[in-house]
């Protein structure tokens, strides 16, 4: 397999707030985060990090995930943990407020394939060149869309198109969405809405069609799109293609 990821602070924002990981553990089990943080003095960046670390450091360390059971328990419960300690950080830092973050993930083993996603940080699989999205926005747009009370060319120049109905560090109780996909597909991808918000699916799908390209020049490509035609956010892509070295 081939594996990728990178972030960048694109054209309008003066740092960086997005974090992203892939890590294996002892049992070569894959996990892949993408986080993009929002708050005042840096304080997304704290609450992406943490979100990216936890999650990244405590799948390294185990042996195996263990049963699609299990992992979910295991997500749900460590995501439970990260929510308390955003919250924490917010109450005991007078310059976090509206400290707060997405988070999409992915856990990929021999056996199972598992989205988990809170706010609108998109997930994906690659699949016959195809690019299917997984996990839902939670957004006020989607909700109305999801309600029949806007049109998807309505939805993509509504005025609060950015404006979050769900995100870690937002409420005292956070519930992570959980994606159950069959596992016979080409890659996946994660992205924050930098990228989203600046290119279409199609735009994106392809890029990743191009076959002159390896991995890490496709991602580059996408990036220096959404950079081009504004790059209003933080832009940060994680990518595997499986088949490959």
């Known amino acids: 397999m081939k594996i990728f990821y990178q972030t960048d602070p694109g054209k309008v924002r003066s740092h960086n707030e997005d974090s992203v990981t892939i890590v294996k553990n002892q049992n070569n089990e894959l996990l892949c985060v993408v986080a993009d943080g929002m708050g005042g003095h840096k304080a997304g ?19 195996s995930i263990g049963s699609k059971e299990e992992a979910v328990v295991w997500l749900k419960e460590i995501i439970d943990e990260i929510n308390v300690k955003i919250l ?48 839902k926005d939670h957004t006020l747009v989607n909700m109305l869309l999801e309600n029949g009370e806007l049109t998807e060319s309505a939805a993509k120049v509504h005025p609060q198109k950015n404006v979050l109905m769900k995100a870690l560090g937002a409420a005292e109780e956070i519930e992570i969405d959980i994606f159950d996909v069959e596992t016979n597909v ?52 994680a990518c595997i293609r499986f088949g490959g070295e």
């Open 45 to 63: 960046e704290v609450a992406s990090s943490l979100v990216v670390n936890e999650l990244g450091k405590r799948f390294g360390e185990l042996s």
């Open 88 to 135: 924490r950080y917010a109450e005991e830092h007078v310059d976090a407020s509206g400290l707060g973050t997405t988070c999409v993930c992915c856990i990929y083993t021999k056996e199972f394939l598992l989205f988990g996603n809170i706010g609108d940080s998109s997930g994906y699989v690659i699949k016959n060149g195809k690019l299917y999205k997984v996990t």
């Open 186 to 237: 080409d890659g996946i991808f994660l992205c924050s809405d930098g990228l989203t918000n600046m290119l279409t699916s199609e735009q994106i799908e392809k890029i990743l069609n191009d076959s002159e390209l390896d991995l890490e020049e496709q991602v580059g490509k996408m990036i220096m799109k959404a950079n081009m035609r504004g790059g209003l956010d933080n832009i940060t892509i």
